[in-house]
């Protein structure tokens, strides 16, 4: 069985601070990690995944995320908030071949403060 | 644009109906993941068809039911509606059932049950 566990359901940050958003996974195998962006009304926008080419991943519009198998985290940062961050943001994992789909997490809603 | 598409866009219809969602796939892609969004449950794994083969259950109702085609679309049934089956419905579509793979989500179909 795999699981997301995302810390804070709500996230609130200045533009032009740093964001940081916490995702911890469970899963008996080596997982596949991803992160998705989701903006109101609209559907899932993938930011990046781990795969395990690279523990540090770099994703779109300047996120990154670091995948620390001991800790069981994937946590999701951007140096410099943008207004245009504001938004839904999901972490979620696959393993075990890929048929069962992705588990999310609950999600954490950015906010940006001006 | 992901280039997965779903009709329709939105759905109202009242308890003990039957409705269809429709999914259609991004160019070349033989995977169709469905998903249900909702406020108390999150976003849940549905069901996963492949090459036009069910590949794996989530959690999905009995009254429940999905196919893909020959042409690869795919689509939801969903039949004796309650209120609580309101909700956003998100297909994705991938290469492949692999883990890694990226999913490629559609605009979502909100239906409303009244």
């Known amino acids: 069985a795999q699981s997301v566990t995302q810390l804070g359901s709500h996230v609130s940050v200045s533009e032009g601070a740093l964001v940081l958003l916490r995702c911890n996974y469970s899963s008996s195998v080596p997982p596949y990690l991803f992160w998705y962006v989701q903006y109101p009304n609209q559907g899932l926008q993938l930011l990046l995944k781990?795969?395990?080419?690279?523990?540090l991943v770099k994703g779109i519009n300047g996120f990154e995320a670091e995948f620390k198998k001991s800790e069981t985290s994937f946590h999701l940062t951007k140096p410099s908030a943008h207004m245009s961050d504001a938004a839904e943001y999901f972490c979620a994992v696959s393993s075990g071949g890929g048929a069962d789909g992705l588990t999310f997490g609950k999600g954490t809603h950015l906010i940006i403060q001006p | 644009d992901s280039g997965v598409t779903q009709t329709p866009k939105h759905l109202i219809t009242a308890t003990g109906q039957r409705v269809t969602l429709r999914c259609s796939p991004r160019?070349?892609?033989?995977?169709v993941y469905w998903y249900q969004q909702s406020l108390d449950q999150g976003l849940q794994f549905l069901i996963h068809y492949y090459n036009g083969e069910e590949r794996a259950k989530g959690n999905i109702l009995e009254r429940f039911s999905a196919q893909q085609f020959p042409d690869l679309h795919s689509e939801l049934n969903l039949s004796s509606l309650e209120l609580g089956d309101s909700a956003l419905y998100f297909c994705?579509?991938?290469?492949?059932?692999?883990?890694?793979?990226?999913?490629?989500f559609g605009p979502g179909t909100r239906l409303t049950v009244l």
């Open positions: 781990y795969t395990s080419a690279a523990t």
């Open positions: 160019s070349g892609d033989l995977s």
């Open positions: 994705a579509s991938s290469l492949s059932p692999f883990s890694g793979n990226e999913q490629f």
